[in-house]
């Protein structure tokens, strides 16, 4: 699966880390992440288990989590979104359902734009809750 | 006649932990078109958990839930774990048993919980009574182990919090023995009931295809013929040192789903009896006092699927970054192809069968158009179900006459 994964993507991967039997972390560019999601999901057939998205001092970060059942390993996807002013990046939402949900929550909670995305509207936070205004970004706090 | 009505469900019910909105588009009795809403509840925990320092946070996300109350903090003690290497290399042989024991113990009482609720929505309030009778002893083992019946504080990075005493062994496996008769009177009750099987059978259809792309997971996906099971596919606690079988149903239906959940009750059993002879002395606690900077993800198998958490440390004494992903979230998406083209009598079955903790069918207005427009209770919902249920049983008795 790794050398599968190595062989299709090529240069498009940046940080190839294998932290653990079980736990596989690399990093494509923003730009490729659909075409990433769609030939693990689509062609590979991992179960996207979820993503997660983090605010860190140097940029937006996205992990995308597939889990490959069968052998029990775990391929988290890592995307870097330099601009935290206007945070883009495509939506995977139009290749399967499943991340619809996930990726409204990232955006209401951290304020990343998923171009393409069908329904992006709020997802947990109150109808009130300011807008511009994103609980996971630390801009607050030391 | 395109005569669409819109049947709000939801949002909230006080006594149950997930509020959900559901609003049915329905054209007669079909439904067309669901719309969820959620966020009820939204408790912003994972922004809590970067102020709460790593021995704090698994009485936080024990919190997230009171009927899987194991799974989070478990799924939590995990990712620190991967972390730190792996669970088995930190933690001591003997915490293992009794965090696998803790597992199991909340998937029996939680699916029949479970059951109980499906059998009241159908109208079968004996199955309702008798799941929580029997529920009731599954939760006083919880209180001899952990000193409560909810929210166990049983785990932490590196271990457990409390031994299982020796002298408490014979009364937990007498309570085990007690139990599988019960057992073997729901299967009977469910499998074999003409009744339940018209009802349930052909409801709430999730196609292999659909479970795919709507990424749900455990019994939900295991129902839609997925063999997955995080227990077996990357094996945590002692799961790879004892027999035990995945269940897996090919229909999807709420049939399936129900099966399923029955069946994985006689494997838990099995599983905690294989703990309990199995499990060595020695010590519970590595006592692990510094997290270093890294990431770590942790999965559990919950009663309802798989439970995610995702930590990330910089080596302080507070992760920087949460990530929790409880199954409903992907599995409650997923009712919106499950109730569409059913009826609104099969919708509440349906949108229960994910079992996402879901009961909020307290009010409920029923539209039609703007001009005209009803107040019912969930209680309503519930009598159409009933409905429902009553009339099959005659179309069998009629048939057999």
Redesign the interface.
Known sequence: MRDKIKEKLGSKIKDWKEQSARRVYFTVDKKDIVETVKFLFRDLGMRFSIASGSDTPEALEILYHFSNDPSGEFYSVRVFIEDKNNPEIDSITPLFPGAEWIEREMWELIGIKFKGHPNLKRLLLADEWPEGEYPLRHKNEP | MSHKVIVPIGPYHPLQEEPEFFQLYVEGEKVVDIDII??YN?R?I??LAEAKHFDQVPYLVERICGICSSSHPYAYVLAVE?LL??EANVVPERALYIRTIIDELQRIHSHLLWLGLAGHFIGYNTVWMWAWKYREPVLDMFEMITGNRNNYAMFKVGGVRRDIKDEDVPFLKKTLDELVPALDMFKGAVMDDPVIQARLKKVGVLTKQQA??????GPTARASGLN?D?RR???YGVFDRVDWNVIVEKDGDVFAKTVVRVLEMYESVSIIRQCLSKMPKGEIDANIKDIPP????G?VEAPRW?C?H?I?SDGTNRP??H?I?APS??NV?SD?VAAVGGTISDATLTLAAVDPCYCCTERVEVIRKSDDKKIMNGWDLIKLSHEKTNKVKEELLNGRA
């Open positions: 959620i966020g939204h912003g994972e922004k991967d290497g792996t795919i792309d709507w990424c749900v997971v997955m995080v596919d990357e094996p890294g990431e770590g993800i999965r798989e995610f995702y990330k920087i970054r990530k992903r979230f992907m998406a919106k």
